[in-house]
């Protein structure tokens, strides 16, 4: 399902118009599109958040490294997990000014340089990680990520899911009125707050980060974050319950710099395009075999009681009107498009 570039580089086409000897000069610039057919090697960072041990690095970054690898096009790709190479913003900064080559971002985090791309994270707005795939896959998207494209000089090479976006705190909540008298953490950005709001939920801003601690020490009352993400900061120390919402289809997009894409060969653009399609087939899998083994080590151990009888369409509903009543035209027409893919 990887998102196919539309627009390949010219520079090597123009270069076979024109006089022989212009032809030579062509072939031999580095900085020409078709890098690897000149003979040149190419090693590009691929930076993201994520642990290790996380999916989205398993089974996410690190198989595009390999299948790269594999496809022995001149192109090497080194992964840099854990923020190695800056937070979020810093990153996708970064990509942007061309100093660091793809990262792996949520869209809330990517709607820094062009906001439309934030209503990706609007609560409810997937109902799957399937849901999500089939946008991505279809023509739905192909606005919004040419306006990405055009407006922030970004390329997307895909998207995956990492996990729909559970509720823990130490009472469970079940329905939009368990919400009530809870200072829940929510990210920094605009389109996560404009969730809290649509669920019900009192919203307190914690850095990532800090997280834990304010769990612990009771600046905040509870969270909302993927079954992965939950396990890899041991917040299931901190907190009782785990409230099976499944509010979010939390996003990953997989991204390039322009500058970088159309600096590769049509060869090594292929190579790329098809290892991002191999991970984004193995992540949901990932992804659905940690959720369940965490699950199981969280029921067994009693470290966190698992909630599944939460009311979702009561929060799906009130959801979907908050969103339809407070989103401006061009979020309401994204939002609209992706609902269009649901089953």
């Known amino acids: 399902m990887a998102v196919q570039n ?4 010219t520079a090597l086409a123009a270069c076979l118009v024109a006089l022989p000897m212009a032809l030579a000069a062509c072939g031999d610039d580095e900085d020409s599109a078709g890098g690897s ?11 993201h958040s ?20 594999n496809a022995d096009v001149g192109l090497t790709i080194e992964v ?9 913003a810093d990153r996708i900064a970064s990509v942007v000014s061309g100093d660091i080559d793809m990262d792996i971002q949520g869209a809330s985090a ?12 609007a609560v409810y707005a997937f109902d799957d990680s ?29 998207a995956w899911s990492a996990g729909m976006r559970e509720f823990t705190a130490n009472e469970p909540i079940r329905s939009p009125e368990d919400l009530d ?8 950005s605009p389109q996560y707050l404009m969730n809290a709001e649509a669920l019900g939920a009192d919203a307190t801003e914690v850095a990532y980060e800090e997280l834990f601690l304010a769990l612990q020490q009771g600046t905040v009352d509870g969270q ?23 509010h979010q289809a939390n996003s990953n997009l997989v991204i390039i710099g322009v500058d970088a894409w159309n600096d590769l060969s049509e060869e090594q653009q292929d190579a790329l395009d098809d290892a991002v399609e191999a991970a984004e087939e193995q992540v949901p899998g990932c992804v659905a075999e940690d959720e369940e083994a965490t699950l199981a080590e969280w029921t067994e151990s009693g470290d966190m009681e698992v909630v599944d009888d939460v009311d979702v369409e009561a929060f799906r509903t009130q959801a979907d009107a908050y969103l339809r009543e407070n989103f401006n035209e061009e979020q309401l027409a994204i939002y609209e498009a992706i609902r269009s893919e649901a089953n």
């Open 110 to 121: 990517l709607g820094a340089v062009y906001e439309p791309v934030s209503v990706l994270d």
């Open 50 to 69: 994520y642990t290790e041990t996380q999916p989205q690095h398993r089974c996410g970054a690190q198989v595009i490294a390999d299948e790269v690898a």
């Open 6 to 9: 539309k627009r390949r580089g």
């Open 37 to 47: 057919e000149a003979g040149g090697e190419v090693t590009m960072q691929l930076a």
């Open 181 to 188: 008298g809870l200072r829940m953490r929510f990210p920094n």
């Open 224 to 246: 909302e974050n993927p079954i992965t993400n939950i396990a890899a900061s041991s917040l299931q120390d901190v907190q009782d319950y785990i409230s099976m919402s499944d």
């Open 80 to 88: 840099f997990p854990a923020s190695a190479l800056g937070a979020d």
């Open 130 to 158: 399937d849901h999500l795939a089939r946008y991505f896959d279809g023509d739905a998207s192909d606005d919004l990520l040419q306006g990405f494209e055009d407006e922030a000089g970004v390329h997307t090479l895909g």
